[in-house]
Every structure is written in C-alpha cells, then in structure tokens.
C-alpha cells in the first residue's frame, strides 16, 4: 500500500516533463507549419547576394521575419482563435474537438501552398493508396510536403533576387580583370554599387512587398 503514493509522484513528474517538453519544441513545430520558412530563407539569400555577412545581423532577419509571420498569419490566426480556443475556454467544446477545429485554417494555409508534386511525393511515401482530395491527407504527411514546397519557392524568389547582383558582380570583376587589377577583391569594389542599386529600387519595399503578396 505505500508504494502507490510513491508511483504517483513519479508518474505525476514524467507527465510535467512532458508537458515541458512540448512545450519547449512547440514553437519551432508551429514555426514549421507558417510562412516563417519562406520568408527566413529569403531574407537570409538577400543578405549573401547583398555581399554582407553580418548586416543585417540575425536577430534583426528572424525579428523580421516573425513579425512577418504574425501580419501574414493574422487570419488564420484570428479564425484559430473564434473558432477554437474562445469555445474551449468556454467549455462549449472539448479539447480534441478545440484541437481539431484549430487545425482546420491551419492545414488549409499549408495546403494552399503545398505544391502537388511534393504532397504527391510524401504520400507515396507514406504509402497511403485511396486519398479522394488533398484535404484528405494526413498532417504527418502535409507538414513535411509543406515544408519542402515552402523551400523550393524560396530558393525559386532567392534566384530572381540573386540576379542583378550577380550581374553586377560580374561587371566588376570583368573591369578589375581589364585594369590588371587582380589583387583587388571584386567584392569590395561592387559592394557599393549593388547597395546604391538596392537602395535606389526601393529594395526593401520589393522584397517584402512581393514575400507578402507571394501567400495571398
């Protein structure tokens, strides 16, 4: 009989560990399952294309990127919030139907820019036969299709912001080339250039204009 206190104590400490656990992986799973992906990767291409190593420094790009997230967010947020969680916590629903419920906006955001070809590919793998729509497919599956397809569009907006720099760099070192200027870094020369450029264009404006425009 005094060994039951003792197992409840134990069991009782592995559930908090869990709930621990959860919750300290539970922001990079949602991040995974938001725009955060595509705009984190963008960012971070501009930079290199840019020339710059450190500037912006990180904090700034994934600040960024996470307000970004939020603003692109914000309705399947607010319909996670309506329909889901205001209900719960008024216990007009349980915890499974809440669950469900919330994930619904989510899973459609996901399947709105999950390329085919990728969802196709994760559920042959997972080898499931009879899918009548792509609504029908597991969140297992989706969320690794999402992802690959969210990477696949970024490196896809990287190339066509990776350009122009690209050419400018290319002239440079062409010119540096013609002088006999070869101990000059090219880098150093265009890095100016391909500033002035991204600020004359309005870069920022582009960019985050298009990144935001690229999910409706």
């Known amino acids: 009989m005094t060994g ?10 592995i559930q908090i560990l869990l709930i621990f656990t959860v919750i300290s992986i539970a922001p ?3 991040i995974m399952m938001t725009s955060f992906i595509r705009i984190v990767v963008v960012l971070s291409f501009l930079r290199t294309s840019l020339g710059l190593t450190t500037e912006p420094p990180n904090q700034v790009i994934i600040g960024l990127s996470l307000f970004l997230t939020f603003f692109i967010m914000a309705p ?6 309506k329909n889901a ?4 916590t008024k ?13 619904k906006p989510l899973r459609g955001f996901m399947l709105k820019q999950t390329r085919m070809k990728d969802l196709e590919l994760f559920v042959k793998m997972a080898k499931i036969k009879h899918i009548s729509s792509p609504k029908d497919v597991p969140t297992y599956v989706l969320i690794p299709a999402f992802i690959t397809s969210e990477l696949t569009t970024a490196f896809e907006i ?16 062409s010119l ?10 090219p880098t150093m020369i265009s890095l100016p250039f391909k500033l002035m450029l991204f600020v004359l264009v309005n870069g920022w404006y582009l960019v985050i204009g298009s990144l935001v425009q690229s999910f409706r």
Request: no cysteine; aromatic share 12%; glycine share 4%.
């Open 4 to 13: 039951h206190p003792h197992h409840s104590e134990v069991s009782m400490l």
């Open 158 to 173: 990287s190339f066509l912001i990776y350009l122009p720099f690209l050419i400018i760099d290319l002239v440079v070192s």
């Open 85 to 88: 969680y205001i209900p719960y």
């Open 76 to 81: 399947v947020i607010n319909k996670i919030y």
């Open 28 to 30: 990079s799973i949602l």
């Open 91 to 103: 216990k007009a629903i349980g915890i499974n139907r809440a669950y469900k419920t919330g994930l």
């Open 176 to 185: 540096l080339m013609s002088m006999g200027m070869l101990m000059l870094p």
